[in-house]
Every structure is written in structure tokens, then in C-alpha cells.
């Protein structure tokens, strides 16, 4: 057994729920474009996958210095459980798109969270990692995201072909809200997060 400490173990567990709720998602993404929506071409996955690895790039490096600017963790976590359900929401949001326009736009909403997201969380694990174990609760974040993708990627196809797109991205939207919710468990080990409201925070972040 290792032992591990509380904001930690929610972390990872957060994140094999999120991304195994993506694993489902993004083996079978093209086939989906290609299918599913009017005008969807090769050309239109090569858009959408392009609009989200750039938007994410041009925005996390901005977001991590804002960030760390700040002391303590609350604004690394509101971040994090922002971008976490924003992202969720993206997931749900397929359901309903069915122009290359459509899609381009889930595309922005996911690269901006995912931004949000990333920034936080490695924020909090990296002052939260117990000392020591550095390498072995980033191999075990690692390990268990590898197999959550790995799993959700061997029944990706199977489940589309049995249930549908649509019901596919269901069940992964509700992978990403399981992520959210497993982070609202942290509310109390983070000092400051709801001590005077959500959006009070919010507010004074950008205030600052």
C-alpha cells in the first residue's frame, strides 16, 4: 500500500475519471466528424483538432503565470474545477452540433478549459506531492490515466457501434462531471476556496 495524501489521491482520481471519460471519445472523434456532421471531411478534423491544441497552447502559459502571481491554492482550483466542467459541458455539447461551425466552437470552449484545467491541477499536485514520493505519484497519476485511456480506447468502437454517438458522449460527459465532483471533495482542504462565495473569488482574481 502507498500511502498518500488527501489532495493528492483526489487529484489523480479526478483525472482517471476525466480522461477515461475522453478515451471514449477521442479514437472514434474523426469517424464522428466525418459521419455525423453535414460537410464533415478530413479537412474539418484537421480545423477542429488545430483550433484546440493552439487555443490551449496560446492560453496556458498566460493562465500558469496568472496563477502563480497569487498565493495559496484557491485560484489554482477554481481554475481547475472551472476548466474541468467546462470541458464536461463540451462533451454534451457534441450531442447537439451539426455544422463544421459547431464543432469549431466546442473546439474553443474545450482548448480554454483545458488550459483552466491543466494550469490548476498541476499547480496543486506539484505543491501538494508528498515529499519523497515525487516520482511515484507522478507514475501513479500517470499509470492510472494510461489505463483508463487504454480501457475507454478498446471499447470506444464497441460502444458507438452498439449504443450511438450520442449516448457515447453521454456517458462521457458524465465521466468529466464524476472528475468535477471528485475535485468539489477537496473544497475543505483548500484554504479560502468558499469563504465568501464562488463568485466573490472569481471576481477577485481579476481583480488583482
Known sequence: MIKINKIVKYLILADIAFWTGWGLITPVFAIFIVEKIQGGSALVVGIATAIYWILRALLIFPIGTLLDKYDGDRDDYLFLVTGNFVSALVLFGYIFAIYPWHVYMLQLFYGLGMAMSIAGWRSIFTKKIDKGKEATEWALDDMFISLGCGIAGLVSGWIVTIIGFNQSFLVAGFFGILSTLALLGLRKEISGV?????????R???KR
Request: charged fraction near 15%; avoid cysteine; charge should be neutral.
Open 204 to 206: 477577485d482574481i481579476f
Open 194 to 202: 468558499f469563504n465568501r462565495g464562488f463568485h466573490a473569488n472569481i
